[in-house]
């Protein structure tokens, strides 16, 4: 078994990206010295250095990092290694022009930046597998070592390659996939897959299939959707081979790569595979700030990150000090806030918080990208804060490994949001992505903690499970969900769930195939309102219930579920708007419009009644609080996201270990701040 945690790491991981090499030698004597002052246990080197630590072609420069990495080790910070695949040389693209990937529309990326790779190129591959090997040898019994970082973002920002080596890549993969390694056999199966029956598309051969490069009118759904698995397979292909090397020669040494879960920034990884791959999952999670409360987003993230950890503590590898420099408009974070969006990934299973970066560049494209030790030196609200993180950090070193107690879940699927996103839906008012955020952020405002599942997970374990959007969805994951109902769970489906398989083909007979059992109806037609359109709802007593929806209808059919509510209007006026079906023990609620989020919030209550889950109601608004637990004892978060005094009831008397105070009863959270309760044994 690998090891899961940074090794050597004692505490809990805080530091940042550390580009030295940016700098000369004399500067990082200064940086390890505000290093300790801050209290950094780990800095991840060497992400980008491909250049400097191969300047030619099997010339290799190590010196430089020699003395880093022994630097750090003399000053007891553990190092987070990179292997810096993620940007290869000037001289690589020379010898190998056709590594540079190629856009959807045929136009080849340059060099110049970063991440411009083509994962299929084999010339690519194996200079990736050189470096990986010349580092695993040279560094994996380095006494700094404590965590391998392979690469950098899998999937951002290109995600997907369409040049001819792809091409070839992508039809092994078929091959694979469709007929077992054999082409022959396999082209058949694609061809039913595909439906290529429709609009004449039939293949005779696998070699005439391309990738789904820019056609002229909707390309074939079935094969964008296979092509992004193929190219999210492709990127985890070269993700293995280097963590192969890297377990073969530096055994002992935890692996991860950085993900980026949040949804809004990268859409092209399956991390339910990945995060099975990983020994340790690690996650950048950056403030999107688009006039949304950030708070929900980051905790959101967090969340499925833990997730994709299968519940187990992962790592927020980056974040940012304060603004970033990649948004149309970047704010600084208000006083307080940088601690407050660290210490809710750690309340959300983060043993640790690292930024991007360490000393802000005063060159390049980051130099306008906050940093730990910013442009304006340590004599700054930035250098102040970074420091009494460190502090607040080390004193929660004792709930490493301990785990955030989840209250409900939601299902999430990476592939049916592909799916979901090809063009030629009934509507494109429907955005599934909005639906996931609109349904967490109604679960959060109620202060359940959240954790994520794959459609065809064990759903046991949860009271409550809400699915939103779930287009596609295959037999087994209804399967799942019926005998999850059956057993005494509550369910809460979107409209737009379960209609497709996983080749985008409707299930046979009414929508939603999938789903009809288990929800006790079938769907005779969608109805999707125009722009600006919307309906009211009629509760269950015949009275406005005072619900709107608006995006989606559709003319529900019971049979076997009871209406809730009705259309008040709209073309499904008369209609069941929100059903209630009991089946076994438990109870599947399903709804057929986009509810906003007072309206989502009153069928929510409904649900949690079902489920026993008591509303709670003493927590205010924007008052975050989360557990964890484990050996060491049990800890509750209160993170106060208000401007307001807040007070939060404890389950048990215990230490709050930021101020050190001994606390019981009502827990006083101040404007702005952070609290931690280690419970009473
Ligand atoms: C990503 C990258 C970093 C840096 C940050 C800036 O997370 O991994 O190298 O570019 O974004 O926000
Ligand atoms: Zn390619």
């Not at 595909?194 to 051969?205: E, K, L, M």
């Not at 208000?334 to 360490?358: K, Y």
């Not at 600006?532 to 989606?552: F, I, K």
């Not at 060491?632 to 939060?648: E, R």
Request: net charge negative; proline share 6%; hydrophobic share 40%.
């Amino acid at each position: 078994m690998p090891e899961t945690t940074p090794k050597g790491l004692t505490r809990l991981a805080f530091g940042g990206d550390y580009n030295p090499e940016q700098w000369p030698e004399s500067v990082w004597q200064e940086d390890v010295r505000l290093m300790r002052e801050a209290g950094v246990t780990m800095v991840s080197v060497g992400v980008f250095s491909w250049a400097l630590l191969e300047p030619e072609p099997g010339r290799y420069d190590f010196g430089w990092l020699d003395r880093l990495m022994d630097l750090l080790h003399t000053h007891g910070i553990r190092a987070d290694l990179a292997t810096p695949t993620a940007a290869p040389p000037a001289w690589f693209y020379r010898d190998h022009p056709d590594a540079l990937p190629v856009s959807r529309e045929g136009v080849r990326y340059a060099f110049g930046s970063r991440a411009a790779i083509c994962h299929s190129n084999a010339g690519y591959r194996a200079a990736a597998a050189r470096i990986t090997t010349e580092l695993a040898r040279r560094y994996g019994t380095h006494p700094a070592l404590a965590l391998w970082h392979v690469h950098n973002e899998y999937g951002v920002p290109v995600s997907a390659c369409y040049c001819d080596g792809c091409a070839a890549h992508f039809r092994r993969w078929l091959a694979g996939r469709y007929g077992a390694g054999d082409a022959t056999a396999a082209v058949a199966a694609v061809n039913e897959a595909w439906g290529t029956a429709f609009w004449g598309q039939r293949y005779g051969s696998l070699d005439e299939i391309t990738p789904p490069r820019l056609t002229p009118t909707a390309c074939n759904p079935a094969q964008q959707l296979d092509y992004r698995r193929f190219a999210d397979a492709t990127m985890r292909e070269n993700y293995t081979a280097e963590r192969d090397i890297l377990h073969e020669l530096a055994p002992g040494v935890p692996v991860t790569t950085n993900f980026m879960t949040a949804l809004s920034q990268c859409d092209s990884v399956d991390y339910w595979a990945w995060g099975r791959e990983t020994d340790l999952v690690t996650n950048d999670h950056y403030l999107i700030t688009d006039g949304r409360r950030t708070h929900v987003n980051l905790a959101m993230a967090a969340d499925l990150t833990r997730s994709v950890a299968g519940g187990a503590p992962w790592l927020l590898l980056e974040h940012s000090t304060s603004g970033v420099n990649w948004q149309a408009r970047n704010p600084a974070k208000r006083p307080g806030e940088m601690a407050r969006n660290s210490l809710a990934h750690v309340a959300r299973g983060s043993d640790g918080a690292m930024f991007f970066q360490w000393r802000q560049s005063r060159r390049g494209a980051e130099k306008f990208h906050s940093a730990m030790l910013p442009h304006a030196g340590t004599d700054s609200r930035v250098w102040r804060e970074a420091v009494r993180l460190g502090a607040d950090l080390d004193s929660l070193a004792g709930l490493r490994g301990t785990r955030t107690v989840p209250d409900v879940a939601m299902l999430w699927d990476w592939q049916s949001w592909w799916a979901q996103n090809l063009e030629w839906r009934p509507s494109e008012d429907h955005d599934a992505r909005e639906r996931a955020d609109s349904f967490y952020e109604a679960l959060y405002d109620r202060h359940l903690t959240v954790d994520f599942a794959h459609p065809e997970a064990d759903l046991s374990a949860y009271p409550l499970v809400v699915v939103p959007a779930l287009y596609l969805a295959t037999e087994a994951a209804g399967r799942a969900l019926r005998t999850y109902a059956e057993n005494g769970g509550t369910l809460v489906v979107s409209y737009f769930s379960g209609i497709v398989d996983e080749h985008d083909a409707v299930h046979p007979g009414a929508h939603p195939g999938a789903l009809r059992d288990v929800l006790g109806l079938t769907v005779e037609e969608f109805s999707p309102l125009l722009a600006g359109e919307s309906v009211r709802l009629t509760g269950p007593d015949g009275a406005a219930a005072g619900l709107t929806g608006d995006v989606w209808t559709e003319f529900v059919v019971p049979r076997g579920a009871e209406t809730v509510w009705t259309y008040g209007d709209g073309p499904a006026a008369g209609r069941p708007a929100i059903t209630r079906h009991r089946i076994g023990g438990g109870t599947a609620w399903y709804v057929s419009t986009r509810l906003d989020a007072a309206a989502l919030d009153t069928v929510l209550a409904a649900a949690c009644d079902d489920a026993g889950i008591a509303p709670r109601a003493e927590l205010p608004r924007d008052v975050e609080v989360v557990r964890r637990t484990g050996d060491t004892g049990t800890y509750l978060f209160a993170i106060n996201h208000t401007g307001d005094d807040a007070k939060v009831p404890l389950d048990a008397p215990g230490t709050e270990l930021l101020t050190g105070e001994r606390v019981a009863g009502r827990l006083a959270v101040p404007a702005g701040a952070v609290r931690v309760v280690r419970a009473d044994a």
